[in-house]
């Protein structure tokens, strides 16, 4: 029996492109397709770690925020678009945990 999904009619509301690089460093090059300056402002990077080797958790990081920082630098980003890229960050970091419900109940 076939049925209809209720959502289906609905107006888009958003979308949400994932790239996974699985910790190979050469998909790091693929970086550049994904962050544009146009739309660096509206992405967000999340660098997870395998907690089976805790030990390698400063390299990995290392390794990929320097990935991170070269693809960055491809931008050319002014200094003001940085400065105002971090100040956005700071604030949606700050008001996530500020207004976080979980907070509210300690």
Same mark, same amino acid.
């Given at each position: ?6 959502? /289906? ?8 492109? /994932? ?12 970086? +550049? ?6 739309? /660096?402002? +509206? ?14 958790? @400063?390299?990995? @990081? ?45």
């Amino acid at each position: 029996m076939l049925t209809q999904n209720k959502f /289906v009619n609905q107006d888009l509301i958003g979308r949400l492109g /994932v790239w996974q690089f699985e910790g190979n460093e050469k998909y790091g090059e693929l970086l +550049h397709f994904a962050l544009k300056k146009n739309t /660096v402002e +509206h992405s967000m990077i999340l660098i997870a770690l395998d907690f089976t080797s805790p030990w390698e958790f @400063l390299r990995i @990081l290392q390794k990929w925020t320097n990935i991170l920082e070269k693809c960055l630098n491809t931008l050319e980003l002014s200094n003001f678009e940085q400065d105002e890229l971090k100040d956005k960050s700071i604030f949606f970091f700050l008001f996530f945990f500020l207004e976080s419900p979980l907070l509210l109940l300690q």
